[in-house]
């Protein structure tokens, strides 16, 4: 009893430690708070007028993006600050916060001056707090996406090569030493936990929160990250093999048995990270492209996903040692688990090279291509798996039967894509196909000029063509039959952010001295963050044929009930 008690005891608390990091990452900053004082007039039933203060958090500060429609774009350290406005000329206040590492999504803080007549006249007016919400629960729900793919992405690491066979081996060296043998296996796997964490953490301070999301959709980035899968696709189909050089892990490991405590077991970890590179390191790098684009917190929590998972055996074959037993032993099957990674990465690979052929309007992989491929791949998921089925054993046989019969099914379903077919399972990864029954302007200026000659109300479509979350929203939202009849009522102007193609004004291309050409996606993010205090996407605005913003501007969802529930026309 007390055995079990104590092993309970390991589980919570090694639960506990590799939990925590992720309770934090999930809460949302609240790093200003908003308080309004109404100041009354003679007539005490009137409000003559109101002080907003903001209280910034120590070691923040905000940026005052707009108040109403008059843009500020000013900094301010101080704290507290005061705005005061007349009664009715109260208006919503647009903003972000900063401090040293991050900064937040920008927010909106919209006071109602609380009299008898205000309150029927703003009955139905939009909240501008929904903006703050939606921008709060789209940031949970990337992260929990993004670390939910970092576990997937663990897990399929654990049974490559470079992995599984390493498990009984480490997990028998610490449970021979009789001191504290099961702590430093479990310290084993917290470590493991630490350093792929602290290389999310690394990747963000590096390169910053507004660089990273240019890397993941800038086109060259993309083209280079599409001959990595390739390399390491081929690599996993035996055509080569790729490893870090010895020496690195024979020195670390040399190192980790020459010192002692939690520094030699943290040095044997890592010795585990440059091992497994060849078979790890096309998981993480796809994950942390993946990332880049979410939110400043996305790639340490990704990482923190793959981290349990590749630490999760370490640990558990420590604490249940009998389990190493009836695990089953390296063999052929690995090699036919790298075939199946390696055609999943060629696969995966396409999306990057999609990203960079839209951007660059080259043309070389449309739609119809895209999906021809995938086909080949899945199938070749199948016919290789049934291949050598009847030289394996029984077990190995349903396991095989199990991945065979989804790979198939999943092929036959992208056949009808080729000629036009939404499937939409693939609309984060394939190029977007073409909606018909709307007009839409590419060009800011075009549209409106439009919008004021025909008095039509704007939606704006902030997107990218690196953009994960755009590609599902035009699948299930912007191609549903009520949404596009309902926008018939607006002129549509889509605008890509990551366009390279070189800008053209009066038949020539701007230039900027120091960094050559002005792209398309140049001009439409620098009118998104000017004009709109935003640089997400997507990222939609809904105006009138002067310009003025209607309503709150809406970001991704996939319900178009909620988006023709936005819509005011």
Not at 189 to 203: A, F, K, Q, R
Not at 454 to 475: H, L, Q, S
Request: with cysteine; charged share 15%.
């Amino acid at each position: 009893m007390v055995i079990y008690h104590n092993t309970m005891k390991r589980i919570l608390l090694f639960i506990t430690i590799i939990c925590l990091p992720m309770m934090v990452a999930g809460q949302i900053v609240e790093a200003v708070k908003w308080n309004g004082e109404e100041i009354p007039a003679s007539n005490a039933a009137a409000v003559d007028s109101v002080r907003l203060t903001a209280t910034i958090r120590e070691g923040w500060h905000i940026t005052l993006i707009s108040v109403g429609d008059e843009e500020i774009g000013e900094e301010i350290y101080e704290s507290p600050f005061t705005l005061t406005f007349a009664a009715n000329e109260v208006v919503p206040i647009r903003y972000n916060s900063c401090n040293d590492v991050m900064c937040t999504a920008p927010e909106v803080y919209d006071y109602s001056v609380e009299t008898q007549k205000s309150k029927a006249e703003r009955a139905d007016a939009p909240d501008g707090s929904i903006r703050h919400q939606q921008f709060a629960n789209n940031n949970q729900r990337s992260l929990w996406v993004i670390f939910l793919l970092g576990l997937l992405g663990g897990l399929l690491a654990i049974f490559t090569p470079c992995v599984w066979p390493i498990i009984p081996m480490t997990v028998s060296f610490f449970l021979k030493r009789t001191d504290k043998g099961l702590q430093n296996a479990i310290l084993y796997g917290v470590s493991i936990i630490i350093l792929y964490v602290g290389l999310g953490l690394l990747v963000t301070v590096l390169f910053g929160a507004s660089a990273l999301n240019d890397l993941s959709t800038n086109a060259v980035v993309n083209i280079v990250f599409f001959l990595i899968l390739v390399v390491f696709a081929l690599s996993f189909f035996g055509l080569f093999e790729i490893t870090l050089p010895d020496s690195w892990s024979t020195a670390l490991d040399s190192k980790a048995r020459s010192t002692g405590g939690f520094l030699s077991i943290l040095l044997m970890a890592f010795t585990l990270v440059i091992v497994s590179f060849s078979c790890t390191g096309p998981i993480i790098g796809t994950l942390l492209v993946e990332a880049a684009g979410h939110s400043l917190l996305a790639p340490a929590v990704g990482m923190l996903g793959f981290a349990i998972a590749l630490a999760l055996p370490f640990s558990l074959f420590a604490l249940f040692p009998q389990w190493l037993k009836q695990a089953p032993k390296s063999g052929d099957w690995m090699t036919s688990f790298k075939v199946v990674l390696a055609f999943l990465e060629l696969a995966l690979s396409l999306k990057f090279l999609s990203v960079a052929d839209m951007a660059y309007g080259w043309g070389i992989l449309p739609r119809w291509l895209f999906i021809a491929i995938w086909i080949v791949c899945f199938l070749g998921i199948g016919v290789y798996l049934l291949w050598h089925i009847r030289d394996v054993s029984t077990t190995r046989k349903i396991i095989r039967v199990a991945v065979i019969i989804p790979s198939v099914a999943f092929a036959c379903y992208l056949v009808p894509g080729l000629w036009g077919a939404p499937v939409k399972a693939i609309s984060a990864f394939a190029p977007p196909m073409e909606i018909e029954g709307r007009e839409v302007f590419n060009d800011y200026e075009e549209g409106m000029a439009y919008a004021r000659q025909t008095g039509k109300p704007v939606v704006i479509d902030f997107t990218g063509y690196g953009c994960v979350n755009c590609r599902k929203m035009e699948a299930y939202v912007l191609d549903n039959d009520s949404v596009k009849a309902r926008l018939k009522n607006y002129v549509f102007i889509e605008l890509f952010v990551d366009d390279k193609r070189p800008y053209i004004a009066d038949g020539q291309k701007l230039k900027v001295e120091s960094s050559g050409h002005v792209s398309i996606g140049d001009v439409n993010s620098r009118i998104q963050r000017e004009r709109f205090g935003s640089n997400a996407q997507p990222y939609f605005v809904q105006l009138d044929a002067k310009g003025n913003e209607i309503t709150e501007p809406i970001v991704f969802t996939t319900d178009p009930m909620e988006f023709i529930h936005w819509l005011k026309y």
